[in-house]
Every structure is written in structure tokens, then in C-alpha cells.
């Protein structure tokens, strides 16, 4: 009999909404039968990208969506709970892999209604500074109750730990990508770009929901300095609540002209494919899966100095770094990457493919998380190592 796993998340958006599809997925393919359960009603800065919910749907895997595995609400999780156990019937997990805090312990809850002894293991894709200290005990209380704790960076588990966790095993297993998709033909909405492109322009790249913590605001801040030197196109590629302040700066800079904004984008990586550079601005990241989709699409990146996207960047001399505390640095930052000759380009170019294709693959993700299953079968503790 195949075994059976149950994946609980929050949501399906972003990068983590990946990790978890694509795991999902591969899963589903080796012969596991997958069930992937995930809050129904959408919050604010919350929500499923419906490209994950269908190839999951496509590839047979089965989705649950109740309310809720994303608020505290007992009465909400309970409901939750309940849809998971009517999904699981009679066929006992093999192991429980939740995605968050809260799914958390409604994968420990369910797992201690069970007959038999099954494991539950936590990723940890974010780590919120906007807990009341009651949840961040909560959640720290949980990483230590779970079988194991895995984090997509080394950067990431440091966090983690200085806010008092300490989980019975560690594992850092970052994400993957499997090679690129077809690329789908791009927005019209970006043929100007590519038509000033082809004249000359520079476009630059940045991919996330618009969000403050993913600070876009930065790069449109850089503008006017950078075009005294350079003429650029910056391209943002997501959705998010910041997105008519951001417009509203655009504006206000005298730069509205020269920032296109493409709101959701089922392949958002593929917008890539025409990038000169990936710009990073985020102030908080636990991975930096963006960073890894330029290194997998040959595009340089420039990324704020922040500790998970320093060990992309930095760790692999892929790219450049600014700090987003500094006035001026991005602008500075840009000046050089901009400025620097198409041999370096070139350097950063093989750097970063060679750290995709060693570390960031699909496969390697997979073949790490079976060795962290495989560790917890066989009770194994605190060993920290890439997968």
C-alpha cells in the first residue's frame, strides 16, 4: 500500500505555496497518495494562487480547503480538523507535514487522535515579527512538540533560535526549482519596456507580492538618481496592498513613467527572460526564491543585505548587495551593477547557474526531505545540514 501524507499549510501564494505544490506534486509522482489541506477563505495579504490549486487538482493530489488553518480561532480549527480527518477516512498518515505554526498543532492534534504513532514535522517558511509575545510563545512552544523543524536557509534557523526555539531536530533544506517551464508569452502591457529595451533601456526586475516588507518603495526611491546616469524600466511583478502607495511615489518621484506595474502573473519568473537584472529589496526573507529563479534564468541579481538573501547572494558571489537602512545605497548599488562590463555580467551569469543547478534543483529539495522523513522514522535529533 502506498503511503500517505498529509501536507498542512495556511496558504498557497508566494514562494512557500510553491515549495509546497512542487513537493506536493513530486510526492504524488514517486506513488505517495497526497493530501493537501489549506485554509478556504481568503484574509488580507492572504490568499491561494489558483495556478497551485490547479496543478494540484490536475495531478490527481487531494485538496481540502476549510476553515481555518491560518487564524487562532479554536472553533475555526476545530472545522478544519474535522474536513482533514474525513479527507484522511481510514488510511492512517505516514506522516503529518504541516507548513506553519498553527497547522502545526492541528497536525499534532490529529496526530494524537490516531491509533498509530505517526510523526508531524513543521517548515518554517516565515517567521513573523508581528506576533503578540502570547503567540510567539505559542509558536516557539510548538517547533519544540513537533518531530522535526526544517528551514528553507541557515539564515532562517539562526532567526528562529534567538527567539528561544529549540526543536527536538533541525534540518535547513532549501527550496528547489525544476527547470524552467515553457515560457508563456508576456503581458502586452510590457511591450513598451521591450520596445525602449531595444533602444537601449535597461529593465529591472523585481518579483513579490507588494507588500512593505518586501519593500519595493526602495526601488522606486533609486529612480531619479539612477536615471541621471542610466535609462531603466523597473518592472514590479506582484500583487499586494502597497500597490496604489507605490503608485501614488511613482508619481509623486516623477518616475511614474518609467515603472510598470503587471499585478498577478500566473508564471511571474518568466518576466526573467527579458530582465538585465533581478532587484531584491526585501527586508525580511526566509529563502529567496526570486533570487534563485534569476540564478536558474541567468540574471544577475541585486538584493538588500539581509541575512537569507546575503547567503544566495553573497554565499555564491552571484550578485550584488545594498543596504536598504543606508540613503543612497541602492542608487549607488544600481550605479555600479549598471556600469560594470559584460565580463563580470557574464561572471555573476555562471555563478549563479552553477549554485542553482548544485543546490536549488527540485531534486535536491525532494532528496532532502526524504532524508529528514527518513530521519524522523529513525528518531534521529538535532542535525543541521542542507538537503
Known amino acids: 500500500m502506498s503511503r500517505v501524507l498529509v501536507h498542512l499549510a495556511t496558504f498557497l501564494q508566494g514562494g512557500a505555496g510553491r515549495a509546497v505544490t512542487e513537493l506536493a506534486l513530486a510526492q504524488q509522482r514517486a506513488g505517495a497518495h497526497v493530501i493537501v489541506a489549506a485554509s478556504r477563505t481568503p484574509a488580507p495579504g492572504y490568499e491561494h494562487y489558483p495556478e497551485y490549486l490547479d496543478r494540484l487538482g490536475r495531478a490527481g493530489v487531494r485538496l481540502v480547503l476549510a476553515d481555518s488553518t491560518f487564524t487562532r480561532d479554536t472553533a475555526l480549527n476545530a472545522v478544519a480538523l474535522q474536513a482533514v480527518r474525513q479527507a484522511i477516512a481510514a488510511r492512517t498518515p505516514s506522516l503529518i507535514h504541516a507548513h506553519a505554526g498553527v497547522p502545526a498543532r492541528l497536525g499534532l492534534t490529529l496526530a494524537s487522535g490516531l491509533h498509530d504513532h505517526v510523526p508531524v514535522i513543521q517548515t518554517v517558511h516565515g517567521w513573523s515579527r508581528h506576533r503578540t509575545p502570547a503567540q510567539l510563545a505559542e509558536d516557539v512552544s510548538t517547533l519544540g512538540d513537533v518531530a522535526a523543524v526544517v528551514f528553507p536557509s541557515d539564515a532562517a534557523r539562526r532567526d528562529v533560535e534567538r527567539d528561544g526555539a529549540r526543536p527536538k531536530a533541525a534540518h535547513v533544506v532549501p527550496y528547489g526549482l525544476a527547470p524552467a517551464p515553457p515560457i508563456p508569452a508576456l503581458p502586452a502591457m510590457l511591450t513598451p519596456a521591450l520596445e525602449r529595451q531595444a533602444r537601449g533601456a535597461r529593465l529591472l526586475v523585481t518579483?513579490?507580492?507588494?507588500?512593505?516588507?518586501?519593500?519595493?518603495?526602495?526601488?522606486?526611491?533609486?529612480?531619479?538618481?539612477?536615471?541621471?546616469?542610466?535609462?531603466?524600466?523597473?518592472?514590479?511583478?506582484?500583487?499586494?496592498?502597497?500597490?496604489?502607495?507605490?503608485?501614488?511615489?511613482?508619481?509623486?518621484?516623477?518616475?511614474?513613467?518609467?515603472?510598470?506595474?503587471?499585478?498577478?502573473?500566473?508564471?511571474?519568473?518568466?518576466?526573467?527572460?527579458?530582465?538585465?537584472?533581478?532587484?531584491?529589496?526585501?527586508?525580511?526573507?526566509?529563502?529567496?526564491?526570486?533570487?534563485?529563479?534569476?540564478?536558474?534564468?541567468?540574471?544577475?541579481?541585486?538584493?538588500?543585505?539581509?541575512?537569507?538573501?546575503?547567503?544566495?547572494?553573497?554565499?555564491?558571489?552571484?550578485?550584488?548587495?545594498?543596504?536598504?537602512?543606508?540613503?543612497?545605497?541602492?542608487?549607488?548599488?544600481?550605479?555600479?551593477?549598471?556600469?560594470?562590463?559584460?565580463?563580470?555580467?557574464?561572471?555573476?551569469?555562471?555563478?549563479?547557474?552553477?549554485?542553482?543547478?548544485?543546490?536549488?534543483?527540485?531534486?535536491?529539495?525532494?532528496?532532502?526531505?526524504?532524508?529528514?522523513?527518513?530521519?524522523?522514522?529513525?528518531?534521529?535529533?538535532?542535525?543541521?545540514?542542507?538537503?
Open 207 to 387: 518579483i513579490g507580492s507588494l507588500t512593505a516588507q518586501k519593500h519595493q518603495r526602495a526601488l522606486i526611491d533609486a529612480l531619479p538618481q539612477v536615471r541621471q546616469r542610466h535609462d531603466v524600466v523597473a518592472i514590479l511583478v506582484g500583487e499586494g496592498p502597497e500597490l496604489e502607495p507605490l503608485r501614488a511615489r511613482a508619481e509623486e518621484l516623477g518616475v511614474a513613467p518609467h515603472v510598470v506595474f503587471t499585478d498577478y502573473l500566473p508564471e511571474a519568473a518568466s518576466v526573467l527572460r527579458i530582465a538585465d537584472l533581478l532587484v531584491q529589496p526585501s527586508t525580511t526573507e526566509t529563502f529567496g526564491l526570486a533570487v534563485v529563479e534569476a540564478f536558474r534564468a541567468d540574471v544577475p541579481v541585486v538584493a538588500n543585505d539581509i541575512p537569507a538573501l546575503r547567503e544566495l547572494v553573497a554565499g555564491y558571489g552571484a550578485g550584488w548587495l545594498f543596504d536598504a537602512e543606508t540613503p543612497g545605497s541602492l542608487a549607488e548599488v544600481l550605479d555600479e551593477s549598471l556600469s560594470a562590463p559584460p565580463g563580470t555580467r557574464a561572471g555573476l551569469v555562471a555563478l549563479g547557474r552553477r549554485a542553482f543547478e548544485a543546490h536549488f534543483t527540485l531534486h535536491r529539495m525532494m532528496a532532502g526531505y526524504e532524508g529528514v522523513y527518513a530521519a524522523v522514522e529513525r528518531g534521529q535529533t538535532w542535525v543541521v545540514g542542507s538537503g
